[in-house]
């Protein structure tokens, strides 16, 4: 008899031989049924979810994470849209990309297919579960999940609905599956089952992401953290420049495409900074400065070196001052972490020069770094925001979660 994780990667195995032979319009119809499941299923799930948060002010975590945590009806409801969206895209599993004719007659080709069994090991969030689920889903892939264990009477709640909601359409109720053991030890035996496990995601802050990566026999997606930037250039609109940033940092605070780091340059400081350091104090964010912003607003606190690229998930945020863009850009390479970075600025230079020097997955341009998500890019959900340069980069929709493999047709040709 094998350990539990040993029976839930076989359990998945099975599910996704099975979930291969599915077709779209029988996918989107699990979908469909998952998501109405969840809204039949709702008042279950805000009573497991009151478990949860309860347990977690107990613990005394911070408001933030908690924020995280919380369901409503309308997170609820948000969860069983963004699956009828998946349904609703096109499915990419049996795209054939490409198909070319060789010289002996060989047909080429390639095509796009599942990954298989996909692992997720992510913090707090319960609706990572419904759209995890979802976008493994529609791609034929099983997922099996490991949520935190402040989450674990959510996402037990929510895991119950969806498989109710594939049995009523008869299909296996493998294909999503919850690791219910929160134990270090089991996470341990996760990221060691190469072979089992065709890939595995972390979702979550920065120790969790490392402890992955480094310890992981099977291959690992990265989805970093976010230290996003917004740098105020000297031609910004200054009241663009106060709204966006209002926006980006006070929306959620415990995100990772929130903005955690502010870059204004010299020549609009003393329009620009008060004007900021206003909109941000009306929502009690504090902000750290080096000595030059510091001058301009006696409300901002001194920034030490860690502060440049901390990722805070809370009510602070840094400020630094530059004389150029090109100072800008250096110092916004230096600490980000490829996620998400914005300049505001007229000058349309500048715009296309941050867009081609700065490194991370999303740069933009007069707009909030919070719309880095798959379900504003269309994706109808995400797996996760990729901070790495293989497979996949930004958020990961449904594309990230295929792979591809090669079909050749042939009349007969041997090779010589």
Known sequence: MGTYMEMLTDRAKHAASEAVKLGTADKNRGLLAAAEELMIQQDKILEENVKDLEAAKEKGIRQSMIDRLALSKQRIADMAEGLRQVAALDDPVGEVLSMKTRPNGLRIGQKRVPLGVVGIIYESRPNVTADAFGLC??????????????????NQAIVRAIKEGLRKERFCQDLVLLVEDTSREVVAEMMKMHGKI????PRGGAGLIANVVANSTVPVIETGTGNCHIYVDASADVQMAADIIENAKTQRLGVCNACES????????????????SKLQYHNIEIRGDERA?????????????????????????VKIVDSIDEAIAHINKYNTGHSESIITKDYDNALKFQDEIDAAAV??????????????????????????????GPMGLEALTTTKYIIFGNGQVRE
């Not at 034929?140 to 009477?153: E, K, T």
């Not at 502010?262 to 350091?277: K, W």
């Not at 510091?294 to 840094?318: C, F, H, K, N, Q």
């Not at 880095?372 to 790495?388: C, L, W």
């Open 294 to 318: 510091r001058a301009v607003s006696g409300e901002i606190l001194p920034a030490t070196e860690e502060d440049w690229g901390t990722e805070y998930l809370d009510a602070i945020i840094s």
């Open 198 to 201: 065709d890939v595995l995601i």
């Open 262 to 277: 502010l870059v204004i340059h010299a020549d609009i400081e003393e329009e620009a900074l008060p004007r900021i350091v």
């Open 137 to 154: 889903f529609k791609t034929g892939n099983a997922v099996i999940l490991r949520g935190g264990s402040d989450a674990i009477h959510s």
């Open 364 to 393: 933009y341009v007069n707009a909030s770094t919070r719309f880095t998500d798959g379900f504003e890019f269309g994706f109808g959900a995400e797996i996760g925001i990729s901070t790495q340069k293989l497979h996949a980069r």
